[in-house]
């Protein structure tokens, strides 16, 4: 579209040309001087000109609102559904009998972490009950190998310096995740497990980078049947994640279980200290003063 000088469409100007040029013909016009259609000209402009340009619109609000944190989302994630006890196969080339951290995590757990709808009651399987926390989730990266702490994880990892207790201890196992997915439902769940398919993978964990090509669709995050049920998700499916604090995780269905839940200790200390409280220890027996002795009498032998 063509403009003159003052940058407005001619078929604009004509119309205010005709609206000021009605007093002319003996019409009412509201503009009394050159000076007020100037300013009308110049709002017409204005006018044209958001018509034509984008609006950017800034949101007030957004899909992380009841999810606090220091962590940013890693957002588009593709996620794929994993389970304790699963055997090895060609998507899963190491069996999940034993974790990164646990050569022993069935047994850990307390059993098959059972994948199947039909096998599951209000998250957990139908079998037992979970003695480890059945929202898990695997990512990417391991702080540890052969006995030693990885030179990268005391620059890399947030919390390291909060949490390291001694070389070769990780840092990561239990450590909260939010999952989000895309109808902006949240989940929480607890890092179990390292993979997919990769363990040193801490650019994507805890940088800006994305997950690497794998056989399951570039996969960067790993979540259990429950994490699955609650988010309503496919075995194969898009994700959001971050990290997030301990105090910020709300109470859900993630803190009903696990001896490594910070939930369910904090559960059990409260109910040892009313149990003590109700029950206090007997008072342990006083000893009585020991009995005043007469002072010893003292015999002199005559000389002999």
Not at 77 to 87: H, K, Q, Y
Not at 255 to 278: I, P, Q, W
Request: aromatic content about 12%; overall charge positive.
């Amino acid at each position: 579209m063509k403009t003159n000088l003052l940058g407005i469409p001619p078929t604009l100007l004509v119309a205010a040309f005709l609206s000021i040029g009605g007093s002319v013909f003996g019409q009412t016009t509201p503009y009394g001087s050159s000076a007020d259609f100037a300013k009308y000209a110049m709002k017409l402009r204005e006018s044209a000109i958001l018509r034509m340009e984008p609006q950017v619109v800034i949101p007030t609000t957004s899909r992380t609102l009841g999810v606090s944190g220091r962590y940013p989302w890693k957002t588009g994630i593709v996620t794929t559904t994993f389970w304790v006890g699963e055997a090895a196969a060609q998507n899963n080339p190491v069996h999940n009998v034993s974790s990164s951290w646990d050569v022993n995590w069935q047994t850990s757990f307390g059993g098959f972490d059972n994948p199947n709808p039909d096998a599951r009651r209000n998250f957990i399987p139908v079998g037992f009950i979970p003695r480890q926390n059945p929202f898990y989730i695997a990512l990417p990266y391991n702080d540890v190998t052969r006995g030693t702490t990885k030179p990268e994880a005391k620059v890399v990892i947030p919390w390291f310096k909060d949490n390291f207790v001694r070389e070769g201890l990780t840092v990561c196992r239990d450590r909260w995740v939010a999952v989000r997915n895309s109808s902006g439902k949240v989940c929480f769940a607890q890092w179990s497990d390292c993979g997919p398919f990769r363990t040193d993978h801490w650019q994507y964990v805890f940088g800006n980078e994305k997950p690497k090509p794998n056989l399951n669709n570039g996969a960067g995050l790993d979540i259990s049947p429950a994490v699955r049920d609650f988010l309503g998700l496919k075995g194969t499916d898009v994700t959001d994640w971050k990290f997030v604090d301990d105090k910020d995780v709300p109470k859900g269905p993630w803190a009903l279980y696990g001896d490594n839940n910070h939930f369910v200790k904090a559960k059990e200390t409260r109910e040892e200290r009313v149990v003590s409280a109700a029950n206090p220890a007997p008072p342990l027996p006083t000893r009585s003063p020991p009995a005043k002795q007469d002072a010893p009498t003292i015999v002199t032998k005559p000389p002999q």
